[in-house]
């Protein structure tokens, strides 16, 4: 069964220059494992691989069940160079909160 991610978790996004910060905190902790399990780094790349043209990193936060997503050129060179709409990238945890994931 599939499941959107919107529907177990939330997120927030930061921004430094060309850098993109996303986390990503189930609203339930037992749904941590569940994340950890299908919210992998790749799976993700794959999912923004239209926004996202530099590598993810994931860093799992056991301790506060949550995780951040490092994602690289991201923002069409930042803040001051971008033309895009959303330089911030604001909008992008929403656009993680749409990855479909197996339940």
């Known amino acids: 069964m599939k ?18 910060t996303l986390s990503l905190i189930p609203y339930d902790e037992k749904d941590f494992e569940l994340l950890h399990r ?4 790749e799976k993700v790349k794959e999912h923004l691989k239209e926004i996202v043209q530099g590598e993810i990193i994931r860093y799992d936060l056991p301790n506060i069940a949550a995780f951040q997503f490092v994602c690289q050129r991201a923002l069409s060179g930042g803040v001051t160079t971008s033309l895009v709409m ?9 656009a993680l909160l749409e990855m479909e994931i197996d339940v």
């Open 86 to 94: 959303d330089t911030h990238g604001k909008t992008l945890s929403y």
């Open 3 to 20: 499941q959107k991610l919107y529907e177990i978790a939330h997120s927030r996004a930061g921004d430094k220059g060309n850098t993109l």
């Open 38 to 41: 299908e919210a992998t780094a």
